[in-house]
C-alpha cells in the first residue's frame, strides 16, 4: 500500500487469548485432560451432559487463574461465579459451555511488552476468566464426513482479553510472545499454539490518525501461530484503510484466517452474531476466595521473565538483548540461574550460555534439560578461564566438547590434554623469540610501520606454544618485544 495513506490511519488492536489449562483433570470432572489421546476416550458422562449428572469444581483452575491474575497485576474478585453459554453445535454435547460471564476472576493489570524504541509498554488488561473448552470437529480426516472428538470438551481455559491497546501488528506479535513466556513460567499452559493450546482471537479497526474515535472493529479468528496473527493483523489493517478510502464503511463482524493465501475471509456478520442466552449455572454454587488462599498462591510464585530481566540489566550488568534472550525461555533461564550460583562471573555466564550451549542446543535440536553438562561443571570451566588457566577459544573448541562427553573436571580435562595456558613471561618471550627467528622478513615490515601485522604474530605464536600462551601477556609482550 502507498506508504503515504497508510500514514493517514492508525490501527487499534486488542487481542482475546485462550490459553488451555495445564490441570491434570478436566474443569468440572475426573475426565484426564491430555492432548492426542485416542479420540474420544476422555469423556464421561459429566463431559456429555448426561441428564442427572453435576459438574463438579476443579480447584486447580482457580490456582491457576490466580497465579496469572497476580503475575498481571490483576485485581482478583472474592466471589466465583459461573455462567452457561448456550449454542448448539456437534462439537458442544452439553449444548451450552460454563463460563464466567459478568464476573471474571481477574480484572485490571497489565502485560508488559517490548516496543522498538527499546522503551516497553504496558498493554492492559481487561480481564481474565475461566471457561471450559467444547470438543473439536474434524473436518480434514474423512472426505465425506466431520468428525468429532470430545476429549478436548471440558478442557479448562482462561481467557485473558486485553484493552485496545495494540497500535502495530508488530507489536500484537510482541504481546502474544509474551503471554504464551508467562503462561509457560507460570506452568499453567504449554503454550503450543500448533496444538492448539493458546489460541488467539485479533480485533482490529482503524482510524485516521487524530481522530477522536476508533473505527468500527472487525474479529479475526483462526490464527495457528503468533507469525500467523501478525500477518491476519497487517492484512487486515491493509484492507480496513483500502476499504475506506474506496468510499466503503467497516462492518462489524467475524473473519477467519487464510493461512496459505494470507488473507482474511468474512465468516458472520454482527446481524448474524450468536446470542448466547447467558444465565447463572444453577449447578454450581458461587465460590469463596479467600485472602489466605491468594497470600499462599503468591508465596509459591515462580520468578518471572520481567523480575528476570531487571536483575539481569540492572544487578548483573548484561545488555538488554542478552537479558532478554536468556529470560525468553524458562528452562534456558533457569539454567543461568543456578550456573551463576557457581560463578559471579555474569557476562561470561551469559556469553555461555547464548554462545555455546546454545548452538549445542540446536545442533541437536535439543531442550536446555537433554543438556548433558551441569551448571558446578560450566561454572569451573568459567572459573579456570578467569584465573588465566585456559583462553577463551581453547575453552571453547578443545574442552567444551570434553564436557559433554565425559565426566571429569574442565581442569583435569585440560592438565590431560596438555592445555593449561602457560602466563609465564620467561616461557612466552621463548615462543616469541622463536617466531620472530622463523619470520624475520614480517618483523622487518612491523617495524617499518605495518603495525597490523600484530594479529600475524599472535596467529603464529599460538600455533608454536599449541595454544596454551596467555593471549593477554602474550599480546604485551609482543609488542614490547616488536618496539624494542
Ligand atoms: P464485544 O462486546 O464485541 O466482545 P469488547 O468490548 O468485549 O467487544 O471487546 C472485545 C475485544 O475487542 C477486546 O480485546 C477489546 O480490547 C477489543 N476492542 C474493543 N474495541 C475495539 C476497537 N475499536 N478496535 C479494536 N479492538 C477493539
Ligand atoms: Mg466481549
Known sequence: MNEEIRNKYEAVIGLEVHAQMLTKTKAYSNDINEYGAQPNTNVSVITLGHPGTLPVMNKKTIEFAIRLGLACGSDIAPNQYFARKNYFYPDLPKGYQITQDKTPICTGG?????????????????????????????????????????????????????????????????????VRKLVRYLDICDGNMEEGSLRCDANISVNLKGASEFGTKVEVKNMNSIRNVQRAIEFEIARQIEAIENGEEIVQETRGFDALKGITISQRSKEAANDYRYFPEPDLQPLVVMKEDIEAIKSEMPALPRELFNRYTK????????????????????????????????????????????????????????????????????????????SNSVASQRIFPELLKSELSPLAIAEQLNLIQDSSEDTLKGFILQVFEENQAEVERYRNGEKQLTGFFMGKLMKVSNGKADPKIANKLLRELLEA
Open 315 to 390: 544487578e548483573y550488568g548484561l545488555s538488554d538483548y542478552d537479558a532478554y534472550n536468556l529470560t525468553d525461555n524458562k528452562g534456558i533461564a533457569l539454567y543461568y540461574e543456578a550456573l551463576i550460583q557457581h560463578t559471579k562471573n555474569y557476562k561470561a555466564a551469559a556469553n555461555w550460555m547464548m554462545g555455546d550451549v546454545k548452538s549445542y542446543l540446536n545442533e541437536f535440536g535439543f531442550e536446555i534439560h537433554e543438556f548433558p553438562i551441569t551448571v558446578e561443571r560450566l561454572a569451573a570451566l568459567i572459573t579456570i578461564i578467569d584465573e588465566g588457566k585456559v
Open 110 to 178: 497489565a502485560i508488559h511488552i517490548r516496543t522498538e524504541d527499546g522503551e516497553g509498554k504496558e498493554i492492559k488488561i481487561t480481564r481474565i476468566h475461566m471457561e471450559e473448552d467444547a470438543g473439536k470437529s474434524i473436518h480434514d480426516v474423512d472426505v465425506f464426513d466431520t468428525l468429532v472428538d470430545l476429549n478436548r470438551a471440558g478442557t479448562p481455559l482462561l481467557e485473558i482479553v486485553s484493552e485496545p491497546d495494540i497500535r502495530s501488528s508488530q507489536e500484537a506479535y510482541n504481546y502474544v510472545t509474551e
